[in-house]
């Protein structure tokens, strides 16, 4: 099979489309033949030499992809071949063909294609295992996610405003504000030219919001804080602002904050089968579209990240096989 190669860590054009071995299948995983992988920030950062996949893992890049099942192990039940699915996977997306657990396959959901399908699993497992599963964001309540015009944005600003939440979101132009809005933000900040913090406490009437989703880290670590409510929950995901910064701790304490952070790749097999299945059962099918900026052939991955890097872009980024 074909597969895109990291050569050397470094930049986009250190990925090479290459001739490689197909993967090996284990009695529960799924072999499929892939259509479409979707890019994620942790891609880039894989080609950077900086996030290794975890030990065993495939050295391909690639958190998610959809396309048909050619091959089960003896132990696979549900799928068969031919089935079409998409699926959540610790690496190897970025290929022709990928081998997965079966417990992290899911169905494709109504209404969307089978190429489109490939930018759903690591967002809606990303936003329902921190925002739902872990955060307990409920009916009523409050939620600030930081760019709201990204994949894992787009995402949850439609499954989180479908459960009966006011949404905020924040962005760093008027055109990714109102994508946001349109996919039913109630609040957009450009935090280029606003203070998010002094903006959500207006807003609220100074309660304040009662969960945040991050992905910037420590630059926004004090402000995230100051800007949640009495029993507020703060669920960081990434540090694309930097891995450092300075809080007054006693917010937490005063105001009884949650504080927690977690990954999706490095998590068992269990955990995550966990997941997908809490995924399966809880989001009801058509509610959620996929928002697709590009599609880009898998010989153009390196084309892909350079745009993924100047985050000019709308939700999801596109590999068809």
Same mark, same amino acid.
């Given at each position: 099979?074909k597969a895109?190669?990291?050569?050397?860590?470094?930049? %986009? &054009?250190? @990925?090479k489309l290459?001739?490689?071995?197909?993967?090996?299948?284990?009695?529960?995983?799924?072999?499929?033949?892939?259509?479409?992988?979707?890019?994620?920030?942790?891609?880039?950062?894989?080609?950077?030499?900086?996030? %290794?996949?975890?030990?065993?893992?495939?050295?391909y $890049?690639?958190? #998610?992809?959809?396309g048909?099942?050619?091959?089960?192990?003896?132990s696979?039940?549900r +799928?068969?071949?031919?089935?079409?699915?998409?699926?959540?996977?610790s690496? !190897?997306?970025?290929? &022709?063909?990928?081998?997965?657990?079966?417990?992290?396959?899911?169905?494709?959901?109504?209404?969307?294609?089978?190429?489109?399908?490939?930018?759903?699993?690591?967002v809606?497992?990303? /936003? +329902?295992?921190?925002?739902?599963?872990?955060?307990?964001l409920?009916?009523?309540?409050?939620?600030?996610?930081?760019?709201?015009?990204?994949?894992? !944005?787009?995402?949850?600003?439609?499954?989180?405003?479908? @459960?009966?939440?006011?949404?905020?979101?924040?962005?760093?132009?008027?055109?990714?504000?109102?994508?946001?809005? #349109? =996919?039913?933000?109630?609040?957009?900040?450009?935090?280029?030219?606003?203070?998010?913090?002094?903006?959500?406490? #207006?807003?609220?009437?100074?309660?304040?919001?009662?969960?945040?989703?991050?992905?910037?880290g420590g $630059?926004?670590?004090?402000?995230? *804080?100051?800007?949640?409510?009495?029993?507020?929950?703060?669920?960081?995901?990434?540090?694309m602002?930097?891995?450092?910064? &300075?809080?007054?701790?006693? *917010?937490?304490?005063?105001?009884?904050?949650?504080?927690?952070?977690?990954?999706?790749?490095?998590?068992?097999?269990?955990n995550?089968?966990?997941i997908?299945?809490?995924?399966?059962?809880?989001? #009801?099918?058509g509610?959620?579209?996929? /928002?697709?900026?590009?599609?880009?052939?898998?010989?153009?991955?390196?084309?892909?990240?350079?745009?993924? &890097?100047?985050?000019?872009?709308?939700g999801?980024?596109?590999? =068809?096989?």
């Open positions: 099979m895109v190669v990291i050569t050397t860590p470094g930049g %986009p &054009e250190v @990925l290459q001739q490689v071995e197909d993967p090996n299948i284990k009695d529960d995983d799924v072999l499929i033949r892939v259509v479409a992988t979707a890019l994620n920030r942790a891609d880039t950062l894989q080609r950077q030499g900086v996030y %290794p996949p975890p030990k065993g893992e495939s050295e $890049p690639g958190l #998610e992809c959809s048909t099942v050619e091959a089960v192990g003896k696979v039940s +799928w068969k071949v031919g089935d079409q699915v998409c699926a959540l996977i690496g !190897g997306g970025y290929a &022709e063909k990928v081998a997965v657990p079966s417990g992290q396959v899911l169905p494709i959901p109504s209404g969307v294609s089978l190429k489109d399908a490939a930018s759903f699993p690591e809606v497992c990303t /936003v +329902w295992s921190t925002v739902f599963m872990t955060s307990k409920s009916s009523g309540e409050t939620f600030l996610i930081h760019g709201g015009s990204s994949g894992i !944005g787009t995402f949850a600003i439609q499954i989180v405003k479908y @459960l009966g939440v006011k949404v905020f979101v924040t962005a760093g132009s008027e055109e990714k504000l109102k994508a946001c809005k #349109e =996919l039913g933000a109630d609040v957009g900040i450009n935090y280029k030219t606003e203070d998010f913090g002094a903006r959500i406490k #207006e807003e609220t009437g100074g309660k304040g919001v009662d969960v945040i989703l991050d992905n910037v $630059p926004y670590f004090q402000k995230n *804080l100051e800007s949640l409510g009495i029993g507020g929950r703060l669920f960081i995901i990434g540090f602002g930097g891995v450092k910064g &300075e809080a007054n701790l006693s *917010l937490m304490l005063a105001k009884r904050l949650t504080v927690q952070a977690a990954g999706l790749r490095n998590r068992s097999i269990e995550k089968a966990e997908v299945s809490d995924v399966e059962k809880n989001i #009801e099918q509610k959620v579209k996929p /928002v697709i900026y590009k599609y880009f052939p898998l010989s153009e991955a390196g084309e892909a990240h350079k745009l993924m &890097e100047t985050s000019t872009h709308i999801k980024v596109l590999l =068809l096989a």
